[in-house]
């Protein structure tokens, strides 16, 4: 239930449809049936249909002429097909698809912007006004359009939810994903990486090092501001820095076999000798 509530309030879309969306699942919006409880004089019926019934939450919202072919035109999409038993089971099913990112956001959206549209019809046929079922569906992709550029900068320009669709999955197939991972060096190697950078470009500029063994253990890291300079000086810097540790690790290490050799040589010999 906090769950569902959480999934009500998202960035990019105004308040308002976020608090109407809230009012509905919790049952406090003043629609002819409750208003007709408090009341018996009010009528409870719809005014939404060809031949009205009791204006409920679930009427009002899903299950009227209009409701339900609003619901049945954006649900046309693949994983969002299946029977509209309920308007919380109906929302559910467009909060729990399983697609790219950019998809689950909008399909985040797009039942908040249809509730609230059918409110905003409901209401401005109530006060006399007209509102078509194609002005829903305009002003319906107009708000998720508006949603997408806010949240991802991004400008669709059609008003259509197959095209929206479309844009969307075709930005998802567009995507090329590269794994950038590290490969750790043969046993016996050590493997340097190094990074450099400058702030500005000529700039406040810092190189760094790390090194680590064929287990992928960290041996060395080291980091330190140099003059400054530009990106490419830093990153040469950083290469420089780090071949010179490695170096003078292999000549200690060296040093330390040879002279571990020669005390083994003059242990075994009687004599020692650390002439290289
Ligand atoms: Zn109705």
Not at 21 to 41: D, E, F, Q
Not at 91 to 97: A, E, L, N, Q
Not at 143 to 165: C, E, H, M, Q, V
Not at 235 to 242: D, L, N, P, T, Y
Request: hydrophobic fraction near 40%.
């Amino acid at each position: 239930m906090n769950e569902d509530l959480n999934l009500l309030w998202i960035k990019g879309l105004p308040f308002k449809l976020s608090y109407l969306a809230w009012r509905i699942w919790n049952g406090k919006v003043p629609v002819a049936s409750l208003m007709h409880s408090w009341n018996p004089t009010i009528s409870q019926d719809c005014m939404c249909c060809s031949i009205p019934v009791e204006e409920t939450i679930e009427h009002l919202f899903l299950k009227s002429e209009v409701a339900f072919r609003i619901w049945d035109h954006y649900s046309r999409v693949d994983g969002l097909l299946g029977p509209m038993i309920n308007l919380k089971q109906t929302v559910r099913r467009w909060w729990s698809s399983n697609s790219s990112y950019r998809i689950q956001v909008v399909f985040q959206v797009v039942p908040i912007v249809i509730l609230w549209c059918l409110w905003k019809r409901r209401n401005t046929i109530l006060h006399g006004g007209s509102f078509s079922e194609r002005k829903v569906s305009w002003e319906i992709n107009d708000i998720i359009l508006k949603a997408i550029k806010t949240r991802f900068k991004r400008d669709i320009g059609r008003n259509s939810w197959p095209d929206i669709i479309t844009d969307l999955q075709g930005h998802r197939n567009n995507c090329s994903i590269n794994i950038v991972r590290w490969i750790p060096p043969p046993t016996n190697w050590v493997k340097c990486n190094t990074d450099g950078t400058s702030r500005g470009n000529p700039g406040p500029s810092s190189a760094a090092f790390c090194i680590r063994d064929s287990s992928g253990s960290l041996m060395v890291a080291k980091g330190f501001k140099i003059q400054d300079t530009s990106n490419l000086v830093a990153e040469a810097r950083a290469i420089r820095e780090g071949f010179f540790f490695v170096r003078s690790i292999i000549y200690h290490m060296s040093l330390l076999k040879l002279i571990l050799w020669s005390l083994y040589k003059s242990w075994k010999g009687g004599g020692m000798s650390l002439g290289v």
